[in-house]
């Protein structure tokens, strides 16, 4: 609902206010959070009446305004929103608004600056899950409206989308991480000062902020008062949080974030323009669970979201790694339709040259000494049984030793005077951004499709962008990061047009390029190449902040797993697969009869919760002990729920004691059973607690107010043990 006053724009949707006074010379955000309700005229000049700060000793002579574009015109003196230079001047921006409009859930702002001599358009929607998106574009006007001593390129060093914060929000949580271990929270205190992060990696990375959040002190996942910010972009980015002693007008502080621009990236002709990636900010007074809730109904409500059932998969990269051989895979395939796979996906290893990781990237062509009869044998057998074919690609990359980089060296995005860089996992990035490589690709990976039906694509991104430059028309080396990355998502996008129906996955190195830019060109993310279910427990949980599980790859792993060399209870891999795009990263010739069958008894089970878990809410439960793990998916309605009960480490105490389940109906009336078809845990105990005993039998009816109420008494499993509980209606 918008509310318009003369000089105000309320907008309101799902429990959030957003306010901004069209002032002049710019608009200032009076609110963001909580909504406010129905105000009335009378009610609007009193937030802006009581927006005002105080003036403070030895500082400007007037209150200091935070504006929806602060630069040091308006005496912020904390980060701008704009920053740049046209030949060494045109340094101090004077923006002004120029129009403003407003619909039912948007308001477009419209300001100039005749100092930077930009045009910039600010665009705030709040959609009904009470996301707030924030596009941003800036331009200069055409050459005949430009003076010709302006006509110098304005370069542009950076654009930030900043919104203000309450002086409440103290204590500051993003990510870390690194490969097989990404999205790694760490939290602390918001001093004075700026909390900046940035990652210059030519794609967020493996330790990108991914959603950095600040709130009130002690914060958890299921209370305390939020405020989030994701910066969609697949390229290089900058997030901040940011607090000064003056505060930001009436605010405390601010948050924001925007593409990290190396120098001369932008560089704005008469004429020319740049977007900023769209910021999406979110709010909640129902502690973390409550911004992934609001994430979650946003990417749900998408037309583009997948709605057919999410099949369950077979990734074959740690059955067979690079020895693909015709008559193993077609074992493979066999056993996997038989266990109720429904999508194979062919990895790393098919194509001309690919004998290992140093030759052949690039050649997206199929090796016909493996592949005598290309591969449509396997696909024939894929698709004989009723299941999807997929495809491994990694088409941003290139190995040295291969035909593409022997023939066009030029298109490598990588110093051209002074020679090639150090290679990452003997590969370097080919510049998607030039007209001939993009399209070179395109042409490839559209025969690949064509001419083998494929259904699905792996799409990998196994390095950092380091030294990403290319040769301008001059000569000379310019940054490459950013057209890379745009150019990138018009290869998706110009793919996924001459094959609506081929679905595509975002993987890098495991999760080093999850965000909302590249998911909205793609159908899930490859969260991890990490299988051990110890740290995809995390994985998974923190991933979850942003993403709903059905976009979010979870598959079962050897009980050795390939890249912590942890040996786990198969009954815990499989459990903790099940919250998210279900699948197998195992070699099932190598499996025993009785483990195939309990594999397809977890593949059944997959098949029938998958439609609670990929629309349902996701809960995570604030426990004080971290060594135990409770999180689960509520049905809308909450008349049901599945909940993984999970133990990482030993504790010093022997008893859980009494733990809510998170979701439920208070005043419910509920039925709750373990099931026990991805296997049962191993108990660290003589008995479990009376009711664990007895919905080990079957469904036992609990009330809402002892299962979201008072709680119930866990049984104590030893490390690396999960359980699943199912709650239903009476």
């Not at 002032?23 to 005229?41: I, N, S």
């Not at 477009?108 to 705030?124: E, G, H, Q």
């Not at 067979?320 to 074992?331: A, T």
């Not at 979850?544 to 815990?572: C, I, K, M, Y």
Request: hydrophobic share 40%; with cysteine.
């Amino acid at each position: 609902m918008t509310r318009t006053t003369a000089r105000t724009v309320h907008l309101r949707a799902a429990g959030v206010s957003f306010v901004v006074e069209l002032a002049d010379p710019l608009p200032r955000v009076l609110h963001w959070g909580e909504d406010l309700g129905e105000l009335t005229d009378d009610d609007l000049a009193a937030l802006s009446l009581t927006s005002g700060a105080a003036v403070l000793n030895n500082a400007p002579d007037g209150p200091r305004r935070f504006t929806v574009w602060p630069t040091q015109a308006d005496a912020w003196s904390g980060t701008p929103a704009h920053q740049g230079h046209r030949g060494g001047v045109a340094t101090t921006p004077r923006v002004r608004l120029t129009e403003a409009r407003e619909s039912a859930d948007e308001l477009v702002l419209r300001l100039a600056d005749r100092v930077s001599d930009l045009d910039i358009t600010l665009s705030y929607r709040l959609d009904r899950s009470g996301v707030l998106s924030v596009a941003t574009r800036l331009a200069r006007p055409p050459g005949d409206e430009v003076a010709a001593d302006d006509a110098t390129p304005y370069d542009l060093a950076g654009v930030t989308t900043l919104l203000p914060l309450p002086g409440r929000a103290e204590e500051v949580l993003d990510f870390t991480g690194k490969w097989c271990r990404e999205r790694s929270p760490q939290r602390g205190r918001l001093g004075f000062g700026a909390h900046v992060r940035e990652t210059r990696r030519g794609r967020p990375g493996q330790d990108s902020p991914y959603l950095l959040t600040v709130g009130v002190p002690g914060f958890g996942f299921r209370s305390g008062e939020v405020w989030g910010l994701h910066v969609a972009w697949s390229g290089d980015q900058r997030w901040l949080a940011e607090r000064l002693p003056e505060g930001a007008g009436a605010h405390g502080a601010v948050l924001g974030g925007g593409e990290l621009l190396a120098p001369g990236e932008i560089r704005l002709a008469p004429g020319a323009h740049y977007t900023a990636p769209v910021c999406h900010f979110v709010w909640s007074d129902a502690g973390l669970d409550g911004l992934a809730d609001r994430f979650h109904t946003m990417l749900r409500a998408r037309p583009s979201h997948p709605s057919s059932p999410r099949p369950l998969t077979l990734n074959t990269w740690e059955a067979v790694y690079f020895d693909h051989r015709l008559d193993r895979l077609l074992e493979l395939t066999d056993l996997a339709a038989a266990t109720g796979v429904e999508r194979v996906v062919l990895d790393d290893g098919w194509f001309s040259g690919r004998r290992d990781d140093t030759a052949g990237l690039g050649d997206w062509t199929v090796d016909e000494t493996v592949w005598p009869r290309g591969l449509g044998p396997l696909v024939e057998r894929v698709h004989g049984h009723g299941m999807q074919f997929g495809l491994w690609v990694e088409p941003e990359m290139v190995n040295l030793d291969s035909e593409l980089a022997r023939e066009h060296p030029e298109w490598l995005l990588a110093p051209y005077g002074a020679g090639l860089g150090p290679s990452a996992r003997h590969q370097y990035v080919l510049n998607v951004a030039d007209d001939g490589a993009r399209e070179y690709l395109l042409t490839a990976l559209d025969a690949l499709v064509s001419r083998y039906g494929v259904d699905y694509l792996k799409w990998d991104h196994n390095r950092d962008l380091h030294e990403a430059v290319c040769q301008g028309a001059d000569g000379a080396d310019r940054p490459g990061a950013h057209a890379q990355t745009h150019a990138v998502h018009r290869l998706l996008d110009a793919l996924r047009a001459r094959h609506p129906a081929l679905e595509i996955e975002s993987c890098s190195s495991g999760g080093g390029r999850v965000d909302l830019a590249v998911l909205a060109r793609t159908d899930r993310v490859w969260a991890s190449d990490c299988n051990d279910p110890v740290e995809r427990q995390s994985v998974q949980r923190w991933t979850g902040q942003l993403l709903p599980p059905e976009l979010v790859g979870t598959h079962v792993g050897a009980a050795r797993s390939h890249t912590t060399a942890r040996t786990n209870d198969p009954s815990f891999g499989r459990i903790t697969a099940l919250f998210g795009h279900a699948g197998i990263e195992d070699d099932l010739t190598a499996r025993t009869p009785r483990e195939l069958a309990q594999l397809r008894r977890w593949a059944e089970l997959y098949k029938e919760l998958r439609p609670l878990l990929h629309s349902g809410r996701v809960v995570r439960a604030d426990l004080p002990d971290e060594a135990t793990v409770l999180h689960g998916v509520v049905a809308a309605d909450r008349g049901s729920a599945l909940y993984c009960w999970a133990r990482l480490a030993t504790s010093p105490a022997g008893q859980s004691g009494r733990v809510r389940l998170p979701g439920l109906d208070p005043r419910g009336r509920y039925r709750a059973r373990i099931r026990t078809e991805a296997g049962l845990p191993s108990l660290h105990q003589i008995a479990g607690p009376a009711w664990f005993e007895a919905a080990l039998e079957g469904w036992i009816e609990l009330p809402g107010a002892v299962l979201a109420g008072a709680g119930l008494p866990m049984p104590t499993l030893d490390p690396g043990q999960a359980l699943l509980i199912e709650i239903g209606g009476r």
